[in-house]
């Protein structure tokens, strides 16, 4: 391939992710978009479903090392160094912010099929540690810088979520959206680049739209026990 396609798979593959994202991203969910429009209320069930998401959210996230963590260990991609730096330090800012919203809202809300729900979450988990540790160049890459992405969307209900507990959101440092996209453009080097990538993405939007099918499940449920 010569390098001169470079730019033209670079546009194809910032093109294809911001898609995957508006698509399919945690924002276009309808459980998330229920959590934020619930955010004003002021009734209990809102605010469980909140700590409910925020838990889950830690067992996934909330863990060091995480998912960019795993890629910048793995990436040799020069061009993605200081992303990859500032996405790091970013991040370990978000865990921090899971944990103290967590404890903010209160106590995990009682819900059936406690057992089975963690250990779904434990499996996806395994499954991001397994993406972003791929010797596939360019899948682990792809996670991290949907994440990034993604996380945007979730930050807007950890916000409001923050505010429904009383607390102040916490300022998000991790790279924006233009920088992101300059790093997934500086990576797609070559088709076999490009795929991985797309793979890595896709994973990582999957395994956040399994959670909040979980959380909406369980939502479900309490609403369901309390008729």
């Given at each position: 391939?010569?390098?001169?396609?470079?730019?033209?798979?670079?546009?194809?593959?910032?093109?294809?992710?911001?898609?995957?994202?508006?698509?399919?991203?945690?924002?276009?969910h309808?459980?998330?978009?229920?959590?934020?429009?619930?955010?004003?209320?002021?009734?209990?069930?809102?605010?469980?479903?909140?700590?409910?998401?925020?838990?889950?959210?830690?067992?996934?996230?909330?863990?060091?090392?995480?998912?960019?963590?795993?890629a910048?260990?793995?990436?040799?991609?020069?061009?993605?160094?200081?992303?990859?730096?500032?996405?790091?330090?970013?991040?370990?800012?978000?865990?921090?912010?899971?944990?103290?919203?967590?404890?903010?809202?209160?106590?995990?809300?009682?819900?059936?099929?406690?057992?089975?729900?963690?250990?779904?979450?434990?499996?996806?988990?395994?499954?991001?540690?397994?993406?972003?540790?791929?010797?596939?160049?360019?899948?682990?890459?792809?996670?991290?810088?949907?994440?990034?992405?993604?996380?945007?969307?979730?930050?807007?209900?950890?916000?409001?979520?923050?505010?429904?507990?009383?607390?102040?959101?916490?300022?998000?440092?991790?790279?924006?959206?233009?920088?992101?996209?300059?790093?997934?453009?500086?990576?797609?080097?070559?088709?076999?680049?490009?795929?991985?990538?797309?793979?890595?993405?896709?994973?990582?939007?999957?395994?956040?739209?399994?959670?909040?099918?979980?959380?909406?499940?369980?939502?479900?449920?309490?609403?369901a026990?309390?008729?």
């Amino acid at each position: 391939m010569k390098h001169a396609h470079f730019p033209q798979m670079g546009g194809e593959i910032s093109s294809v992710i911001e898609t995957l994202v508006d698509v399919d991203g945690s924002a276009a969910h309808r459980h998330v978009q229920r959590l934020k429009a619930a955010a004003n209320d002021r009734g209990a069930r809102p605010l469980a479903c909140m700590a409910d998401a925020v838990h889950y959210l830690c067992m996934l996230h909330g863990r060091f090392p995480g998912v960019i963590d795993h890629a910048a260990s793995r990436s040799a991609d020069n061009g993605a160094r200081h992303w990859l730096l500032q996405a790091c330090e970013a991040f370990a800012d978000e865990r921090a912010y899971l944990t103290r919203l967590s404890v903010a809202l209160g106590p995990l809300p009682s819900t059936s099929g406690h057992n089975s729900s963690e250990s779904n979450v434990l499996q996806q988990r395994h499954a991001l540690e397994m993406l972003s540790q791929s010797d596939r160049r360019g899948c682990a890459m792809g996670a991290a810088i949907t994440l990034v992405l993604d996380w945007a969307g979730i930050r807007e209900f950890l916000d409001q979520a923050a505010i429904r507990a009383g607390t102040e959101p916490s300022k998000c440092g991790l790279p924006s959206v233009m920088d992101t996209m300059a790093v997934a453009r500086s990576i797609a080097s070559d088709e076999a680049a490009i795929r991985a990538i797309q793979f890595g993405a896709r994973q990582l939007l999957g395994q956040h739209r399994g959670l909040w099918d979980l959380m909406q499940v369980r939502a479900e449920i309490r609403a369901a026990e309390e008729l």
